[in-house]
């Protein structure tokens, strides 16, 4: 087999000259029959099969073309690696000819090299409700907008081909293929090409973890794929060790690759990894990373985060020289929790194990990283989680107020400004924003916007009644929706209404609330651009410190290497009460919430940023 970059394994592959060579891996298959109409001509070849189950056929192709594959003579089924399906999962593949590598001289973004990961704001958005249309093509006529605020990268939430016209994309069933209610391949491409010529990265969110419930046939001619040694929340593990493991991680490593040298993504997030199972000597997720940065990563800034529950710190650590198998930074769900438990005074679920130390937690997370760091976690039944990450640099943690997950994921989808006092979320918003962790925004956010995000998809009938119903199951654990008259006021998922409620209301900003909202966060971005980006690297990993001021305030330190030295403050109270005996810091302010009453009290609903000349406070 060849290498699994430049040079794919799965998917129609172009040979030159018009020949074309269609494969599939089918172990589990006896034959495999390829149908395909091009040319105006329809087609219908024995594919051959060699010994490692691989399928192969070649032939002439004059431009795109429909195909599908026949397996033992009764099953249709489109390529697992589809590059389009304009007929949705069951349907006829889409033969794209590819565009070539983002590198190659000539294209239109050749010559751009992607941004220093210290510049990096993520702005998460839903391409089916950013916008009205729901389409790639309107989401790229908001990108002066994005850029005006002062995001950097644009993170899109799964493209990947899932069954119906909306779904929050983690549900993919074909993860080559950009779903078709997004628009075109050639969409795609023109959203990109367009961010970067304004300067904005562009990330994408991928599952690695299961395919989605509809619309994959891999189990019935590519058993391997999948094992029943380990389980889910979603449907089967992904066989990542094993005797024919090699070619399902090579899968899953083209599909990496793909999106960087197709289309020319700048970073990948990748969805709970603590949900891929890999015993090998070396983890898939070690090697995916190497080849990334082997590949595309060679010529260019190459961004590689992590959605994991399980905290593993080792993954944000070079294992050999060159870090090639190290991951640029961690989704950060800990300081989500301890901001939230202190904005909402929320304690039911997850937010258990925060309530009765938020605010050291929270002092932990911005000095440390993680809050749990090997300690017993009473919600995951007395079980450690995480791992030391004290030594790690601020930036290798992503820090949010607001996600897909932390908002989709309530019962009703509300957003943080719906549920606690706006001077407390201003304290919070600079603390995120100010802060020595990359911040992520979540679509609206920036303007405070009143719109729900729920949970949405369109399965068919049967499956439908069941994600309805363990959707509002999952609540009855919660005092709110003990009740089963109350957890009827779940949305239900697969309703289009529910879809619709989640779209972005734009002419909100028109109001004066939102607009000073809109107007805080663009100060704020600013200023971390100017003020907070140029220390970023000279922040000195494992020396930070914190000290609680109060149930619900503390400062933050950070030294700073270099010459000039010093170190970054941070002073804030999240509370209502003010905190007396601190005294005024003496060095130059950054950034602070303007306040009355004496020097040495900190005021309520408090945050401050200065940068002082030693370590001193």
């Known amino acids: 087999m060849n290498t699994c970059h430049n040079t794919y394994q799965f998917g129609p592959q172009d040979l030159g000259g018009g020949r074309t060579v269609f494969r599939l891996w089918a172990p589990t298959a006896a034959t495999v029959t390829l149908f395909i109409e091009t040319g105006g001509k329809k087609h219908q070849l024995a594919m051959a099969r060699d010994q490692d189950g691989w399928f192969a056929t070649i032939l002439e192709v004059s431009g795109p073309c429909l195909y599908h594959f026949l397996i033992d003579n009764s099953q249709k089924v489109p390529d697992p690696a589809s590059r389009y399906q304009p007929q949705d999962v ?17 294209r239109p973004d050749s010559a751009w090299r ?6 990096t704001v993520i702005y998460e958005l839903h391409v089916g409700t950013f916008t009205p249309e729901g389409t790639l093509a309107a989401a790229t006529t908001r990108l002066d907008y994005l850029a005006d605020l002062g995001i950097t990268a644009v993170e899109l939430m799964p493209l990947a081909d899932f069954p119906g016209q909306r779904n929050w994309g983690y549900d993919g069933a074909l993860l080559f293929a950009v779903d078709s209610s997004y628009g075109s391949v050639d969409d795609l491409r023109r959203f990109i090409e367009a961010a970067h010529a304004r300067q904005l990265m562009v990330f994408l969110d991928v599952v690695y973890n299961h395919f989605g419930p509809e619309g994959n046939y891999l189990g019935s001619y590519a ?6 040694r380990y389980k889910t929340p979603w449907g089967s593990a992904i066989a990542f060790q094993g005797s024919q493991a090699e070619n399902v991680r090579c899968f899953f490593i083209e599909n990496a690759l793909y999106w960087f040298e197709e289309y020319g993504f700048d970073g990948l997030r990748f969805d709970a990894v603590h949900a891929i199972f890999d015993d090998s000597t070396t983890h898939i997720l070690e090697k995916l990373a190497r080849q990334v940065r082997e590949g595309p990563g060679r010529h260019r800034h190459i961004h590689l985060m992590l959605e994991n529950d399980n905290n593993n710190a080792s993954y944000l650590r070079w294992k050999e020289p060159t870090g090639r198998d190290c991951y640029t930074a961690q989704w950060n769900d800990d300081i989500h929790h301890c901001l939230h438990v202190l904005l909402t005074g929320e304690v039911e679920g997850y937010y258990s194990d925060y309530q ?25 039944g007395g079980q450690p989680r995480g791992e030391v990450s004290r030594d790690l640099m601020p930036t290798r943690f992503i820090s949010f107020l607001q996600n897909h997950d932390q908002i989709g994921n309530r019962a009703l989808g509300e957003r943080i400004s719906c549920l606690t006092r706006p001077e407390a979320l201003r304290a919070a918003t600079a603390v ?4 020595p962790s990359i911040p992520l925004l979540f679509m609206g956010q920036e303007w405070a916007t009143t719109r729900p995000f729920f949970f949405f998809c ?12 363990g959707r509002r199951e999952e609540f009855a654990g919660f005092s709110q929706f003990q009740d089963v008259k109350q957890r009827e006021r779940i949305p239900d998922p697969n309703r289009e209404e529910t879809f619709q409620r989640s779209k972005l209301a734009w002419q909100e900003r028109e109001a004066d609330i939102h607009r000073r909202w809109l107007q805080f966060h663009r100060q704020l971005l600013s200023v971390r651009r100017e003020r907070i980006v140029p220390l970023l690297d000279r922040i000195v990993p494992g020396r930070a410190t914190y000290q609680r001021l109060g149930s619900h305030a503390l400062r933050a330190q950070w030294p700073l290497s270099g010459p000039q030295g010093g170190s970054l403050l941070l002073l804030l109270n999240l509370g209502e009460q003010p905190v007396a005996g601190i005294a005024a810091p003496a060095g130059e302010k950054i950034w602070a ?4 009453g004496p020097a040495d009290v900190l005021p309520p609903f408090f945050c401050g940023w200065y940068r002082l000349a030693d370590l001193s406070i």
């Open 114 to 119: 992607g941004r220093p990961w210290t510049e």
């Open 432 to 435: 995120l924003l100010l802060g």
């Open 458 to 469: 369109d399965f068919g009938p049967e499956l439908a009644a069941l994600v309805t119903k």
């Open 223 to 228: 058993a391997p794929f999948f094992t029943d």
């Open 593 to 596: 919430i303007d306040a009355e």
């Open 356 to 380: 009765d130390a938020a605010i050291d937690l929270l002092g932990r997370c911005l000095t440390e990283g993680y809050a749990w760091q090997g300690e017993k976690s009473a919600y995951r």
């Open 90 to 106: 069951h349907g006829q593949s889409f033969y794209v000819p590819p565009a070539g590598d983002t590198t190659t001289p000539g």
